[in-house]
């Protein structure tokens, strides 16, 4: 076969993104490396979910939006910090963390981030249908970019509930 002018540019795009996906990959497992350790040892969004369970079920649902009490039990719950972080979601929210509240904080976080890779992975298996095209440069395609996806991988290093609503 002769591959011509034509015929290369045609393959010019897929195979730059087939390039580009494993450094893409390399930067999501050095972020990973490098951010996990500090989200088990409660640096990461999940502290104040977590301690808005643990306040809701504990009978502090009155203090949820009080600063000093968030601070007060994120720094007793998940370890001192310098700031709390803020439960800014209504309120009825925060009966979703209940169950993980009952749970030390590491445990809590792993669990969380179990059930965010669930429900990532049915977005995915959803939204299947929906990538034959990238199906057709490589079989992998979809899978990888569902892995180097920035936000995604994002949500669920920080322990954040936005992959809730990806499902939805």
Not at 10 to 28: A, F, M, S
Not at 33 to 58: I, S
Not at 89 to 96: E, F, H, N, T, W
């Amino acid at each position: 076969m002769r591959v011509t002018a034509e015929s290369r540019g045609t393959r010019y795009l897929p195979d730059t993104l087939l390039g580009i996906l494993p450094i893409l990959l390399g930067l999501q497992l050095l972020g990973w490396l490098t951010f996990f350790p500090n989200a088990l040892r409660g640096h990461a969004d999940f502290r104040q979910l977590y301690a808005a369970g643990y306040m809701v079920g504990t009978g502090h649902a009155g203090e949820l939006y009080d600063a000093r009490a968030q601070q007060q039990f994120q720094d007793a719950l998940v370890g001192n910090d310098e700031r709390a972080l803020p439960f800014i979601r209504p309120a009825y929210q925060s009966l979703l963390f209940v169950p993980f509240s009952l749970l030390p904080y590491r445990t809590a976080y792993l669990a969380f981030l179990a059930v965010n890779l669930v429900l990532l992975a049915m977005t995915f298996w959803i939204l299947r249908p929906n990538m034959r095209n990238l199906s057709r440069v490589w079989p992998g395609l979809p899978v990888f970019i569902f892995l180097v996806f920035y936000p995604s991988a994002l949500a669920l290093m920080q322990g954040q509930d936005s992959i809730l609503l990806a499902g939805f």
